[in-house]
């Protein structure tokens, strides 16, 4: 009995360190740090999945031959610099930065680890980088094209809501590309001879405010500026613009998912696997001051007909023909 349970303690010893090597990476594989603007609290993240996905199509694997630690500001911007300190400390390979006020912590926390930045308007207008074509420094990655994009929304609003005149612009002053998308929107209006009504809306709790005073306003349609909390708190902002009977013009296809009347913007599941091609290089041994920030290359019109049916649109053949995606 005694020699049977010697030798099963035994055993168990010699799995142990078998289980445990398992479940943690191997040592001295590349450690990659991923600092978001993102809330996992708030429902699924939408980066992480085409981020793994475009960094295995380059033969990563996370926890076989790539480390990966994650963090997240869970929608309060003013944590991200400690984040990013944290995540220096660690003394990773590579820092993904996702969202502007991510990638400027990033910047701000270390001159020396390489950092690909994704989801980014205008690299050069916030200061990220000198030159798009050679970033120089330790940061390169992909940019959004989001502010030149405005004007293209504001043209589909036009012809999805024939006879509009007077748009209202929902945005949050506190994000801060945000100020320079609404100068591009308002240029854009300008030269079509629309009139705009910004409203602003800091948190989830003055969207109804907001939309109420756009009503008031008597705006025939609404477009939504980019921010990571109108797409985390999306369902909840459809439903308000549904209650308003207002037509909405998203950045993000996921608010028309949810029930938005349409979106046009950058294919954002492709620009994190460019930002994974990037992160490849830069393991194999390129300079991420050598590396050209890229743009995106995808780009998708999605609208929602069920929504339009709702609104009694009647959205003209042209544009339908155009989209990349109609739910019906």
């Known amino acids: 009995m005694i020699k049977a349970t010697l030798v099963m303690v035994l055993a168990l010893g010699l799995l142990a360190p078998t289980a445990a090597a398992h479940a943690q990476p191997p040592k001295g594989i590349p450690r990659i740090g991923v600092l978001s603007d993102e809330s996992p609290s708030s429902g699924p993240i939408v980066s992480r999945e085409p981020l793994e996905k475009g960094l295995r199509e380059q033969g990563y694997t996370k926890g076989q031959n790539l480390?990966?630690?994650?963090?997240?500001?869970?929608?309060?911007?003013?944590?991200l610099p400690a984040l990013a300190a944290e995540l220096v400390g660690l003394k990773l390979d590579v820092i993904v930065a996702i969202g502007t006020p991510a990638?400027?912590?990033?910047?701000?926390?270390?001159?020396?680890i390489p950092i690909v930045f994704t989801r980014v308007g205008d690299p050069l207008v916030v200061g990220l980088?000198?030159?798009?074509a050679r970033p120089g420094g330790n940061l390169t990655g992909v940019m959004l094209l989001t502010y030149e994009l405005s004007a293209k929304r504001l043209q589909m609003l036009r012809?999805?809501?024939?006879?509009?005149?007077?748009?209202?612009v929902l945005w949050n002053p506190t994000f801060a590309p945000a100020g320079i998308e609404l100068k591009e929107v308002e240029g854009a209006a300008r030269s079509s001879g629309l009139r705009l009504q910004p409203v602003a809306a800091r948190s989830p709790g003055e969207?109804?405010?907001a939309l109420l005073t756009m009503t008031r306003e008597r705006v025939g349609a609404i477009t939504v500026l980019t921010d990571t909390m109108f797409t985390e708190q999306g369902k909840r902002l459809v439903a308000l613009v549904a209650k308003y009977r207002l037509p909405a013009m998203f950045v993000r296809s996921e608010l028309v998912d949810a029930g938005g009347l349409m979106s046009y913007g950058t294919n954002y599941a492709?620009?994190?696997?460019?930002?994974?091609?990037?992160?490849?290089k830069i393991l194999k041994g390129a300079r991420p001051g050598d590396l050209p920030?890229?743009?995106?290359?995808t780009f998708e019109l999605v609208i929602n007909l069920k929504?339009?049916?709702?609104?009694?649109?009647?959205?003209?053949?042209?544009?339908?023909?155009?989209?990349?995606r109609v739910i019906r």
Request: hydrophobic share 40%.
């Open 293 to 297: 920030v890229e743009q995106p290359t």
């Open 67 to 79: 480390a990966i630690e994650y963090r997240y500001d869970e929608g309060k911007h003013d944590r």
């Open 129 to 132: 980088v000198r030159n798009l």
């Open 307 to 324: 929504t339009a049916e709702t609104l009694g649109l009647e959205l003209p053949q042209s544009l339908l023909l155009r989209a990349d």
């Open 270 to 280: 492709d620009v994190h696997r460019q930002a994974a091609r990037h992160v490849d």
């Open 103 to 112: 990638a400027l912590a990033a910047k701000g926390a270390t001159k020396t």
């Open 207 to 209: 969207f109804e405010g």
């Open 159 to 168: 012809e999805a809501v024939a006879g509009v005149t007077h748009i209202g």
